[in-house]
C-alpha cells in the first residue's frame, strides 16, 4: 500500500516526463533523496503552486510505495525560491555548485535530515553573504559534507603516524596530511602551507563569521586541495556503491500526514 509523507523539501534536479509530467529528484528533511512523478506539473494549474524548478523550497506530500524508487508528488507549497540567488548570476552559479555536490555524494535514500539543513542553510546564506567571501562559503560547506559523510580532511597532525610536527604533504588518498617523515616519496600528494592547513580547519570547525579573509594564494590552494580530496572519495563511494544494490527511499519511523 501506498503510504504518504509530509516533509519539507528542496528541489534539486528534475527532467521532463512526457508532454506535461516531470520526474523530480527532491532533498527532502524526513526521507533525504527521493525521485517522484509530478504529474501535470506543465500545466497551468497544477497541484504544486507553479513549476519545479531547481532551487525551490516547500512543504511536500508523497505518495510511496515499499521497494518502488519512483514515488509521486501529490501537491506542493512553495516556502521559498531563494530570490537572491535569482537576481545574481554569481550567487546562482554557486548555488548549482551546491546541488552538484548534494547529487553527487548523497543516492537516492540518504542525505535526509543533516544534508537537508546544511543545504537549506546555505542557499540562505548565499543570498546575503558578501560576494567576496562567496568562495569560502562554498569551501565551507564542500568541508561540513565531507565531515558528515566522514571523510573530513586531517590537517592537525600525519595520518600516518599522528605526529604535529614536519608537516609536509597532502595526500588525499589517506585522507589529509602526511609528515616529511612518512612519505614514500618526495613527490607523493601535494605541498600544503600553514596559512592553507589553518583555513581548512578553521572552515570545518567554525561558523563563516569567524573565519577571516584569508590570503588569496592560501584560498586557492585550499580550495585546490578539498576539490582533490572530494574527488578522491567521490571516487571511492562510486566504486562501494557500485558493489551494491540500490537503494530505496523509504521511512524510518511512521508519520501519516501531520
Not at 160 to 188: K, M
Request: aromatic share 4%; net charge positive; hydrophobic share 45%.
Amino acid at each position: 500500500m501506498a503510504e504518504r509523507v509530509d516533509t519539507p523539501a528542496i528541489v534539486i534536479q528534475r527532467f521532463a516526463y512526457g508532454e506535461t509530467s516531470q520526474v523530480v529528484h527532491l532533498l527532502t528533511e524526513e526521507l533525504g533523496r527521493v525521485v517522484v512523478l509530478a504529474k501535470g506539473a506543465h500545466r497551468e494549474k497544477n497541484g504544486y503552486e507553479g513549476a519545479l524548478d531547481l532551487l525551490v523550497r516547500g512543504d511536500v506530500s508523497l505518495s510511496l510505495i515499499q521497494g518502488r524508487e519512483l514515488g509521486l508528488l501529490v501537491r506542493r507549497r512553495v516556502a521559498t525560491t531563494y530570490p537572491g540567488l535569482r537576481r545574481d548570476l554569481r550567487r546562482f552559479g554557486a548555488a548549482t555548485h551546491l546541488l552538484r555536490q548534494v547529487l553527487h555524494f548523497e543516492p537516492v535514500g540518504a542525505g535526509g535530515g543533516e544534508t537537508f539543513r546544511l543545504l537549506d542553510r546555505a542557499l540562505a546564506a548565499l543570498e546575503m553573504v558578501d560576494p567576496a567571501r562567496i568562495p569560502l562559503l562554498l569551501l565551507a560547506f564542500d568541508l561540513k559534507l565531507a565531515r558528515q559523510h566522514g571523510f573530513a580532511p586531517e590537517v592537525g597532525h600525519c595520518v600516518r603516524c599522528g605526529s604535529p610536527l614536519a608537516l609536509a604533504r597532502f595526500v588525499p588518498a589517506d585522507g589529509g596530511i602526511v609528515c616529511a617523515s612518512c612519505l614514500t616519496r618526495a613527490d607523493e600528494g601535494e605541498r600544503i602551507d600553514r596559512a592553507s592547513a589553518a583555513l581548512i580547519r578553521d572552515l570545518s570547525e567554525l561558523t563563516l563569521a569567524r573565519v577571516g579573509e584569508p590570503s588569496p594564494a592560501a584560498l586557492a590552494r585550499a580550495r585546490r586541495l578539498v576539490a582533490d580530496h572530494l574527488e578522491w572519495h567521490a571516487g571511492a563511494s562510486a566504486e562501494l556503491a557500485g558493489r551494491r544494490k540500490p537503494r530505496v527511499a523509504r521511512r524510518t519511523r511512521t508519520s501519516h500526514g501531520r
